[in-house]
């Protein structure tokens, strides 16, 4: 008998309709004459608890920290023992076994780590499914490869998840014992990618909060030149003319501009305007450019949460539940849980027909479909840009959008509407600068004509910048009209849904280091794909977080338990250099004993900061500042937020539930989702 196992019951399906036998529904798999298909239910296993390696780590005390397995242990999950044991019994009447995980490093591990633990030692097949229509099963079934190429993976995902229960069992148990002292009576989680997030948050609210608006002054002249009119701006030059006593003797110290160049003092310009209406100047350089730009990329899952977030209004974790079904219930795309952008060329061949199929039923897709010209061939498909996964793209099924509902059918309508613009001209425009001189100043004029709109039409963009008329460069102009302008410089936006899921993928931009910037430049940020999402969620629902209409805020506890913990716990280089270390491993570059036991040193460092008055100090003041207090939680408990605070004895374990790395989290009902792919973040 040929046993395959599937990560989940879906796939299951998808590879059991795609055999030669029809298959027959068995209490737990799917038989298909000498082939049987079973699956887990996401993670079967999870980390043990620290109790499991010592009865004494039940009580939680600082004196036990930290809490390092000699030996690592895996334990069944409560609500996966019934599937665990069909496939013990399963797997001892089989003469092969095919692994089926999603083709990543988390489902490299969920399915290779219930063969380990049922005592499968015998050679393995591996099965890549990267969507679940019928013919791309087929085509997956008949190229299986052995599983031994993605030991790697493994190895890394192993990493990973015993890395992230050190970190977070550790630092969660140091920081809420600490939490005690101070008179603080709840939870204070710690996981080496939420807290970065959070301090992201943090930091943000804290820029917003001290911000003080500054006036500053604009000066435009409308011009008439040989073939029209335009508006220009006034340029500060080099020696900014203005800075001194040109015309009303102000700001001869030089205090009229801040370091961006921004005029400070109206009256200059008041005085500049006056003398412009009537003044001739002429055109001193002219830059004139055609620019082609190539239609946006297929999404990625980040992608596609940063663009529904700001078009829909939908949260990331919206997103990942509404792809999830349009890829397993509706089998209307492809692997959802990706990081790239790009398709396979092979992908390029078969567009046409998938495209046409897919968005037949749509008014609007179908539209977009027979204007694309399917022998055009974008950057897009581009193999070596093509890993583990390749960008979200319909499957080809038809999709009938009154069978989806509106999230389902606006993120389908996106993702289609991605692939569809491959097929589309370049967008060109004829794009002009203009800078003239009057009056010893420089005023600058810009316009851009659309030459071929190309893929635009698919896209709603804002409006685009005007053209301007025909110019000659030397050509006169004359000022018909100027005027200056009151404007104030703006605080830093609220984070929200989109803007920090692109925080966490371009996460070097929050990194002051120069090396480590252009290290982090080249690795995937805070998180993954998968993961993102449940990160937010995660921060929401432990009350670290609140969402204050789209904005995303951080409460007093989550300043706290910035303000408490070590510089280095609360900034993503840490975790993103992990990210590193760990996509190392993947790819057969590094070993996982390194990693883990620079972490174990690590982790030492960071127990040894641990300090109740120093948390006492950012409770107090938490409690004293603006930000929002967290919510009361939703299951009837108690209110532990900073201010509601009640002693406890450091010496008796929290009440907290334990996540599948061991991390402890709030007793409260968890969020819903597919699965947690890093449980311990």
């Known amino acids: ?28 798999y799917l038989e298909a004459g000498d082939t049987v298909v079973s699956w887990c239910l996401g993670h079967l296993l999870e980390q043990a608890p620290p109790e499991r390696y010592d009865p004494r780590y039940k009580q939680w005390r600082l004196d036990d920290l930290p809490i390092i397995p000699q030996r690592w242990q895996l334990v069944p999950r409560s609500q996966a023992r019934s599937q665990l044991a069909v496939l013990r019994k399963l797997i001892k009447s089989a003469d092969s076994v095919v692994h089926a995980g999603d083709p990543d490093r988390e489902g490299q591990l969920l399915v290779q780590e219930v063969l380990d633990h049922l005592g499968w030692r015998r050679q393995t097949q591996r099965l ?73 948050v943090v930091r943000r609210d804290r820029d917003i909060a001290v911000f003080e608006p500054k006036p500053f002054y604009v000066l435009w002249v409308d011009l008439q030149v040989a073939s029209g009119s335009l508006r220009a701006w006034w ?23 801040d370091e961006q160049g921004r005029l400070l003092d109206p009256r200059p310009a008041e005085a500049l305007a006056q003398r412009l209406v009537g003044a001739r100047g002429h055109l001193a350089e002219l830059d004139q450019k055609r620019k082609r730009q190539a239609a946006p990329l297929p999404y990625s899952l980040s992608a596609l949460q940063v663009d529904a977030a700001r078009r829909h209004g939908l949260s990331a974790q919206r997103v990942l539940d509404v792809c999830q079904a349009l890829y397993e219930r509706h089998q209307l795309i492809t692997y959802p849980r990706s990081d790239c952008r790009y398709l396979p060329a092979a992908h390029h061949r078969e567009a046409a027909k ?15 479909v027979e204007q694309a010209d399917f022998g055009l061939r974008s950057k897009a498909w581009d193999d070596a840009r093509v890993g583990a996964h390749h960008a979200l793209a319909p499957t080809g099924r038809p999709a009938d959008m009154d069978r989806l509902n509106r999230d389902e059918a606006n993120l389908f309508r996106l993702i289609a509407r991605n692939v569809l613009a491959q097929f589309y001209p370049a967008l060109e425009t004829y794009e002009t600068q203009a800078i003239f001189e009057l009056l010893d100043e420089r005023f600058k004029a810009q316009g851009r004509e659309i030459l071929e709109p190309g893929w635009k039409p698919l896209f709603t963009t804002r409006d685009d910048v005007p053209a301007l008329p025909p110019l000659t460069r030397g050509e006169p102009a004359t000022a018909t009209d ?146 929002p207090e967290a919510p009361a939680a939703k299951h009837g408990g108690r209110k532990t937020s900073v201010g ?36 311990g973040s």
């Open 1 to 28: 008998m040929r046993l395959i196992v599937a990560e989940k019951p879906s796939l299951a399906r998808a590879i059991a309709d795609a055999l030669l036998v029809k298959a027959t529904r068995r209490d737990g």
């Open 128 to 200: 890549l499914v990267q969507d679940l229509n019928r013919p791309a099963v087929v085509k997956a079934l008949a190229s299986l490869e052995d599983n031994r190429r993605y030991q790697p993976l493994h190895a890394a995902a192993e990493a990973r998840s015993r890395a992230d229960w050190l970190y977070g069992i550790n630092l969660t148990r140091a920081w809420t014992l600490i939490g005690r002292q101070a008179g603080f009576d709840g939870l204070l989680s710690v996981g080496r990618v939420q807290t970065p997030v959070l301090g992201l």
């Open 235 to 257: 340029q500060p030059g080099e020696h900014r003319p203005l800075n001194g006593r040109s015309f009303d003797g102000s700001c001869f110290d030089g205090s009229c501009f």
């Open 354 to 368: 998938t495209l046409t199929s897919a968005c037949q039923l749509d008014d609007q897709l179908q539209g977009w």
């Open 482 to 627: 100027a005027s200056s302008e009151d404007r104030e410089t703006r605080p830093p936006e609220p984070f929200t849904d989109a803007s920090l899921i692109k925080a966490m993928m371009n996460i070097a931009r929050y990194v002051e280091d120069p090396a480590v910037k252009r290290t982090l430049r080249e690795s995937d940020g805070l998180g993954t794909e998968a993961t993102r999402a449940g990160i937010i969620e995660t921060l929401l629902t432990r009350g670290y977080l609140v969402r204050d209409r789209k904005a995303i805020k951080a409460t007093r506890t989550g300043h706290a338990l910035i303000d408490s913990l070590p510089p280095a716990a609360t900034r993503p280089e840490r975790t993103a250099l992990w990210e590193q270390r760990l996509s190392a491993i993947a790819d057969n570059q590094d070993a996982p004993t390194p990693f883990l036991e620079a972490l174990v040193s690590d982790l030492r460092a960071l127990l040894g900061q641990a300090d109740a008055s120093r948390l006492n100090q950012a409770l107090k003041l938490a409690a004293q500042g603006s930000a």
């Open 644 to 679: 509601r605070s009640r002693r406890r004895s450091t010496g008796t374990r929290p009440k907290a539930a334990t996540s599948k790395s061991g991390q402890s989290k709030t007793p409260a009902k968890p969020v819903r989702a597919r699965r947690a792919r890093k449980p």
